[in-house]
Each structure stands twice: as C-alpha cells, then as structure tokens.
C-alpha cells in the first residue's frame, strides 16, 4: 500500500464483493470468503457491519463528535456533553471508539466488523456492543466461533483492551498478513501528511500531539 492507500485517501487497493456485500483489499477478499464458508457450514452468517472506509467518511465521523451533533461516549458508554470539554478532553474521549482520519485501520481493506446476520432477519438490530458478543448475549456464539477458528484463517482481534488505547471491539478483526505490514508502514509522518492537508476540528492540538497519539491508538495493538 502507498501512503494514500495507507490512510485512506486511496482506494486503487480496494476489491467490491457483492457477496456479502463489502468493500476488502483485493488480497483479503478469498481469506474472507473462505472463514465465510466455515462459518456457513456451523449455520453462521458471517457478514461485516463495515470493511472499508475511507478518509472523508472518517473525516465526518470525527467532526461530528468533535462538534458535538454525534454522540460523543466515554469509557463506560455513557454520553458526553462536547461542549463542557476541551479540545484534548474531545480528543481523548473519541479516539476510545473511533479513529483519527487517516489512521483508521478500516481504510487499509484488511479489517472487517464481523456480525451473524442471520440475527437481524429476527427483527433484532444489532448495535455492536460487547455486551451483544458477552456470555448470553445475542452474539455470544459469534464470538465463540470466531475465538476458535479466526486464527487458522489469518484473522485476529487487534482491539482486546489489553496494549491497544482504543476499547475492546470483540467484532473488530483484522487480516494478520497485510494489516501488520500496513500498521508498520503508517508512521507518524505519514499520519500527519494525510492530517495537515484535512479539514479536521482540532487539528492543531492533534498535530501537537500526534506521536504521542500515533503511539497509543495506532501502533498499539493487540498482537495476532
Ligand atoms: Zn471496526
């Protein structure tokens, strides 16, 4: 991947499957398929939420929070108010659940928010929370499945809540062989190439910070 590609200002390394619907880098796309047929063979559906996004529709997500009209959750998953925090206090609050524009791992194809869709044609509308993929919960299976056969197909969770500063996102998982290649090449110049040129609310105290930032919530993860 270049660097365009890397932060998601490109899509040139992108592949569109039509079934199930997602957007995958062009070399993730039979690894997919294939954990998809494991899966279908023990009755799961296994779809993704979301694959790839790019740079502007992070862009969106990210200014939406910073200005308060999307809601903006702490830790425990309760609602901020943006407007009695600061900028850094904003900053912190939204890297716990989304990522900086340019730094998300969405826009590298190789990570996918995995559900069973077979839940939603039950009328249920899944929010992707992890008391959904918890023991009793109504992706619990899901969660159980993918534990034990994720790994032989090349996938891993890199948001546990162990090294990484972002949440645990149990749904969250990632291609091993391309995203670690990816996570290495997106060094903070890259970052703040991709950052400097953006419209981003709050930019200036994110560039002031932002190999300290980079460090936390892009090279920390938790390894495959
Ligand atoms: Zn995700």
Redesign the pocket.
């Known amino acids: 991947m270049n660097d365009r590609e890397l932060t998601g200002q490109a899509r040139t390394h992108i592949a569109a499957v039509a079934d199930p619907p997602c957007l995958l880098h062009a070399h993730v796309v039979a690894p997919f398929l294939n954990l998809r047929r494991a899966a279908q063979a023990e009755g799961i559906d296994l779809q993704a939420m979301?694959s790839f996004r790019d740079f502007a529709r992070q862009l969106a997500i990210w200014n939406g929070k910073f200005s308060g009209e999307r809601p903006m959750l702490d830790a425990s998953g309760l609602k901020l108010d943006a407007a009695s925090l600061t900028p850094r206090e904003r900053i912190d609050a939204i890297l716990l659940w989304s990522a900086l524009p340019g730094a998300s791992?969405?826009h590298w194809g190789t990570?996918?928010?995995l559900v069973d869709r077979q839940l939603s044609e039950t009328g249920y509308q899944i929010k992707l929370t992890r008391e959904e993929f918890a023991t009793g919960g109504p992706l619990a299976h899901l969660d159980l499945w993918l534990d034990a056969n994720a790994p032989r197909f090349g996938f891993f969770r890199p948001f546990q809540g162990v090294r990484s500063g972002v949440q645990p996102?149990p749904?969250?998982f990632s291609f091993a062989p391309i995203a670690e290649k990816a996570r290495q090449r997106l060094s903070p110049r890259v970052l703040r190439t991709a950052i400097a040129g953006a419209p981003l609310l709050g930019k200036e105290v994110v560039l002031a910070h932002l190999d300290e930032l980079h460090a936390r919530y892009v090279a920390a993860i938790d390894l495959p």
């Open positions: 979301s791992r969405h990570d996918l928010d996102e749904w969250h």
